[in-house]
C-alpha cells in the first residue's frame, strides 16, 4: 500500500470515531434539521412527510444525508412549523426552497410541495433569509425587504390579514425602503433590523414578542415601544423574542415568559447576560455567552413524551465546554456547533430530528458524526504544512505556515482519543508526554483543517 493510500485510510479510520469537526452551520426546525458542512455541501435529517429534507422522497432519516451534490451552500433555515419545509442560499446569492408549499412559502409561483431544491426567482442578490411557521422573510443587498408565504395575522407586512386567502407564492416587496439588514420570521409574526440598528416587527403580537403597544394584530413593521435602537441581531420564537445590543452584547428578552422562555432578565436584581449567539425556539431559547459557554431555558428539551412537561425557569448551562459558535433552537430540539466544528444535538427525537441514527430523546448533547463522505473531503491530503522532526522524542515544529492564522491545534491516537499539547514558541509543541506510538496532529486554520501524521519514539 503506497502512503497516500496509507494516509488516507488513517483519515478514515480516526474521524469514524473521533469527534466529528466537518461542520459550519445548523438550523433546527418542526421536525427536521440541516447543516451546511465546511466544504460547502448540504445535509439533512429528521421528519420529510413534506418532502423537507430537499432529497427527493418523503422518507425520514435519522442519520445526515447529502441533498442533492452542489457543494456551494452559503445558509439555510428550516421552517419552523408543522407545514415543513426549507429555504437555502448559495454563495452566487440565488435562493432556493423545498418542502411543504400550502400556502406558497416556495416562493415559485406553485402552491405544489417539493421534494428537491426549486429556485426562488432568478434573482442573485439575496442577503438575510428566515424561514418561519409557514412565510419567509428576506432582505436584499441593495437594503430592500421581501415577504412571501402565509398572509394570515398580517405575517407578511403589506397589510395581508387574517382570513383574506391572499397568500403569496412569489416574493413581494415590504414597504419602499432600502435600510433593512437582517431578518427574523416566527410564528405567524416578523422581525426586522435597520441599518442603524432598529428593531421593527409586524403581525401576530400574541403575548408582544414584537414589543409594541398596539393590538394583537399589527398590519406593517413597527418599531419596537422603548429599547428598540443599538440591536446587533434579533431572533423570533413562538411568542417571545430576543435582541442583542452591539455595544456591549447584552441580551434584551420580549413576549411571553409562561415556559420560563425569556429566562430570568427582567426582574429587579437579575443577573445580566451577554452574548455572541442566540436563537428562540417555540418555547425554549439558548444563548452562547460571550465566554463561550452554551445555555438554554424554557421548556426542557428532551424530557421523556410521556412525563410532564419540565421548565428550567431560567438559564441553565449545558455541559462545560467554553468553544461554542452557535446555536439553533428548533420546536423541541436544539443543535450546536464549536469553533472546532463539532455539531452536537439535544432534546425530541421521535422523527430522528438529533441525527444520531436512532429516536431516542436525549436531554443532554448528542455527537453528531461526519458522514463517510466528509472523511476526507475537508482534510489536507496533500497538506501545506509538515512536520519536523518526523519521527520526533520531545518537540516537534510545524513548517510552511503561511499568512493564515493557526486557531486551534491538537492531536489524536489511531483510537480516536484527543490530546491537548502545549505550544512552546511559535509553531513549536512539546509531545514528550505522549506514549510511542503513530499520532495525527489536527492544526486548524482560520479557511482549513489540515492533518498531519507524526511518529513518537
Wanted: proline share 3%; hydrophobic share 35%; charged share 10%.
Amino acid at each position: 500500500m503506497n502512503a497516500n493510500r496509507l494516509y488516507i485510510l488513517i483519515l478514515f479510520l480516526v474521524f469514524s470515531v473521533a469527534p466529528a469537526q466537518c461542520w459550519k452551520s445548523v438550523s433546527v426546525g418542526y421536525t427536521h434539521a440541516l447543516a451546511i458542512a465546511a466544504n460547502g455541501t448540504l445535509w439533512a435529517w429528521g421528519g420529510n412527510n413534506h418532502g423537507q429534507l430537499g432529497i427527493g422522497t418523503n422518507v425520514n432519516q435519522t442519520t445526515p444525508i447529502q441533498v442533492g451534490t452542489d457543494a456551494d451552500w452559503k445558509t439555510v433555515s428550516a421552517g419552523s412549523g408543522p407545514f415543513a419545509f426549507t429555504l437555502a442560499q448559495k454563495n452566487d446569492g440565488t435562493l432556493w426552497a423545498w418542502g411543504n408549499n400550502r400556502y406558497g412559502q416556495l416562493g415559485d409561483g406553485t402552491f405544489v410541495n417539493k421534494s428537491i431544491p426549486v429556485q426562488v426567482n432568478t434573482d442573485t442578490d439575496w442577503k438575510s433569509i428566515s424561514a418561519g411557521y409557514s412565510h419567509i422573510l428576506a432582505t436584499k443587498n441593495n437594503g430592500t425587504l421581501w415577504s412571501w408565504g402565509n398572509s394570515d395575522y398580517y405575517a407578511l407586512g403589506n397589510t395581508s390579514g387574517y382570513g383574506d386567502g391572499l397568500h403569496r407564492n412569489i416574493p413581494a416587496q415590504v414597504g419602499t425602503l432600502s435600510t433593512w439588514n437582517l431578518v427574523s420570521a416566527a410564528d405567524r409574526y416578523s422581525l426586522a433590523l435597520q441599518n442603524n440598528g432598529t428593531v421593527y416587527g409586524w403581525g401576530y403580537n400574541s403575548g408582544n414578542p414584537v414589543g409594541a403597544t398596539s393590538s394583537n394584530y399589527i398590519m406593517t413593521p413597527q418599531a419596537r415601544s422603548y429599547n428598540s435602537t443599538g440591536v446587533k441581531f434579533m431572533s423570533a420564537g413562538g411568542s417571545h423574542s430576543y435582541d442583542v445590543k452591539s455595544a456591549n452584547s447584552l441580551l434584551v428578552t420580549w413576549g411571553s415568559n409562561v415556559y420560563g422562555q425569556t429566562g430570568n432578565t427582567t426582574c429587579a436584581g437579575c443577573v445580566n447576560y451577554y452574548v455572541k449567539d442566540t436563537d428562540c425556539g417555540n418555547n425554549t431559547s439558548a444563548i452562547i455567552k460571550t465566554n463561550g459557554s452554551l445555555w438554554y431555558t424554557g421548556v426542557k428539551l428532551g424530557y421523556p413524551s410521556t412525563s410532564t412537561v419540565q421548565l428550567t425557569n431560567d438559564f441553565l448551562q449545558l455541559g462545560t465546554a467554553s468553544n461554542w459558535k452557535s446555536v439553533s433552537v428548533g420546536n423541541q430540539s436544539a443543535a450546536a456547533i464549536t469553533t472546532t466544528g463539532e455539531l452536537w444535538t439535544w432534546g425530541w427525537n421521535f422523527w430522528g430530528c438529533l441525527g444520531n441514527g436512532n429516536t431516542t430523546d436525549s436531554m443532554t448533547l448528542v455527537p453528531i458524526s461526519c458522514p463517510a463522505a466528509l472523511n476526507t473531503a475537508d482534510f489536507q491530503v496533500h497538506p501545506k504544512c509538515s512536520i519536523f522532526p518526523n519521527p520526533a522524542n520531545e518537540q516537534i515544529e510545524i513548517t510552511g505556515v503561511d499568512n493564515n492564522q493557526i486557531v486551534q491545534l491538537w492531536a489524536t491516537d489511531l483510537a480516536g482519543k484527543k490530546y491537548a499539547l502545549n505550544q512552546t514558541s511559535d509553531h513549536k509543541l512539546n509531545i514528550a508526554a505522549l506514549a510511542t506510538g503513530m499520532y495525527l496532529l489536527h492544526v486548524q486554520f482560520e479557511n482549513r483543517l489540515e492533518v498531519l501524521k507524526f511518529i513518537k519514539r
